[in-house]
């Protein structure tokens, strides 16, 4: 049986998406970061899984069950960092994602039987990912120094969630799930 990844997320909507698009393009120009551009701009809501590919419509039919949710404001302030890789755009603290999240991990783990997020060392810290992984831990300090005292600031109201499937050189958006409440 042939396996993709799958992961679940917030997409932000334009011109926020394109506005940090254009800042994972310029740390690919300025730093040779790379890896950041094989992802949409995102937060995530529950970590890449694998799933059989032709079971990939039950997939979708279940998740549907996840999107009793109500619309909720998202606010990006900033950026941080997790050293040594990691340069992030900020969220003002949101206990509705929080909240959210956490329904999305467990109704993962209940229905899809999905037990790679529950992660304890590693507790949830929303964010959009703008440089990681080839980032050379000598250019984080250069990024991070230049980062640190950037602004950046957008807010946008959360209404769906998406299924994003990788294709084996990037993640690809697969489906998005609209609110039902």
Not at 30 to 41: I, Q, V
Not at 152 to 179: C, I, M, P, T, Y
Request: aromatic fraction near 14%.
């Amino acid at each position: 049986m042939i396996h993709s990844k799958y992961f679940l997320a917030i997409i932000p909507p334009e011109p926020i998406y394109s506005k940090v698009y254009e800042i994972k393009e310029y740390v690919r120009d300025r730093y040779n970061c790379k890896a950041p551009l094989r992802s949409p701009p995102h937060i995530t809501l529950h970590m890449p899984f694998q799933w059989k590919t032709q079971k990939e419509k039950e997939l979708i039919n279940k998740l549907v069950q996840a999107t009793k949710e109500i619309e909720f404001a998202i606010d990006l302030t900033g950026f941080g960092a997790f050293p040594p890789r990691v340069i992030y755009v900020d969220l003002v603290p949101n206990d509705e994602l929080l909240a959210l999240q956490g329904r999305i991990v467990e109704f993962a783990k209940r229905e899809l039987n999905l037990f790679n997020a529950d992660r304890k060392d590693r507790p949830y810290r929303p964010h959009v990912t703008v440089a990681f992984r080839d980032l050379k831990k000598d250019q984080f300090e250069i990024a991070w120094d230049e980062f640190s005292c950037r602004e950046f600031s957008a807010s946008f109201r959360v209404n769906s969630f998406w299924l994003l499937k990788h294709d084996g050189k990037k993640w690809q958006l697969l489906h998005e799930f609209q609110f039902s409440e």
